[in-house]
C-alpha cells in the first residue's frame, strides 16, 4: 500500500512568492493532518480534516496561510505570501478514526524561502 | 496551553547500554500516549503506545506515570540503529488531535 504521498519534496522560492504543498492521504483514512516542523518549535499542528471538512485551524499562523480539502484523497497547503519565516519540513499526516489514533506521516515537504 | 516537555540531549551512548529519558505532560487529564521515532532527515513513525499498567516491545519499555505525568522510555542493549530522535506525544482528548514534544535525540557510539 502506497503510505501518505506529499509533493513537491522540496521548494525553494523568493520571498512573496505563493507556495503551494500538497498531500494524498492513505486510501480510506478519515482524519488528515497539516505540520510544520523547526528546530526551534519542533513539530506544531497547522490544521486538521475529518471527512474533508477542517475541524481545527487554531494552529494555523496567520492569514497568509490556508489549506483545502476539495476530496477525499487531495489536500492542499497555501502560502500567500511567502516569507523566510515559514521556511521549515511541512509533513501531512493522515490517520483512520479518530484524531488521536496513530498517524501516518508523508515524507514532508522541506520548503525555503529565500 | 498544553505543554510536553522533553530533554533535548544528545544523548550519546556506547552500544550495547540501557538508556532511558523521560516526558513531562501539563494536562492532567491527557488520555493517551505514544512515542515517535523520527531519522534524520525522514517523518516521525510510530515507535509504541504507552498503556497505563506499561508495556514492553522487544528491547523497549514505556511507562506512564499519571500521578507525576510524565512517561518514559528504556531502550535495552542499545543498537547502532536506535540513533534517531524520540518524540514524547499526548493526547488531550476533546476534538484536540495530538501534541508533539520537541524529542530527544539519541546517539548510540560503536
Known amino acids: 500500500d502506497a503510505g501518505v504521498i506529499q509533493s513537491p519534496r522540496h521548494e525553494v522560492t523568493e520571498m512573496g512568492q505563493e507556495v503551494t504543498l500538497r498531500c494524498k492521504p492513505i486510501?480510506?483514512?478519515?482524519?488528515l493532518f497539516w505540520y510544520r516542523q523547526t528546530m526551534m518549535r519542533g513539530l506544531e499542528l497547522l490544521i486538521y480534516?475529518?471527512?474533508?471538512?477542517?475541524?481545527?485551524d487554531s494552529g494555523m499562523p496567520e492569514d497568509r496561510f490556508s489549506a483545502k480539502m476539495p476530496n477525499a484523497s487531495f489536500s492542499t497547503l497555501k502560502i500567500q505570501p511567502s516569507e523566510p519565516r515559514d521556511s521549515a519540513v511541512y509533513f501531512c499526516?493522515?490517520?483512520?478514526?479518530?484524531?488521536?489514533?496513530?498517524?501516518?506521516f508523508g515524507p514532508g515537504t522541506r520548503l525555503l524561502v529565500l | 496551553r498544553k505543554e510536553v516537555e522533553q530533554d533535548p540531549g544528545p544523548f550519546n551512548v556506547p552500544e550495547g547500554a540501557t538508556v532511558a529519558f523521560n516526558c513531562t505532560y501539563s494536562?492532567?487529564?491527557?488520555?493517551?500516549f505514544f512515542w515517535y521515532r523520527q531519522d534524520c532527515r525522514k517523518e516521525p513513525k510510530l515507535l509504541m503506545s504507552?498503556?497505563?499498567s506499561g508495556n514492553e516491545d522487544g528491547r523497549f519499555t514505556a511507562q506512564l506515570n499519571r500521578a507525576s505525568q510524565y512517561i518514559s522510555l528504556l531502550i535495552r542493549d542499545s543498537k547502532l540503529s536506535d540513533s534517531a530522535t524520540y518524540l514524547c506525544?499526548?493526547?488531550?482528548?476533546?476534538?484536540?488531535?495530538?501534541?508533539f514534544g520537541k524529542g530527544t535525540h539519541l546517539i548510540i557510539q560503536p
Open positions: 506525544v499526548v493526547n488531550h482528548g476533546g476534538a484536540d488531535g495530538l501534541t
Open positions: 480534516f475529518n471527512n474533508n471538512v477542517p475541524i481545527d
Open positions: 486510501s480510506g483514512h478519515d482524519y
Open positions: 494536562n492532567s487529564a491527557s488520555q493517551s
Open positions: 499526516a493522515s490517520s483512520l478514526g479518530t484524531p488521536q489514533e496513530t498517524q501516518y
Open positions: 504507552v498503556y497505563s
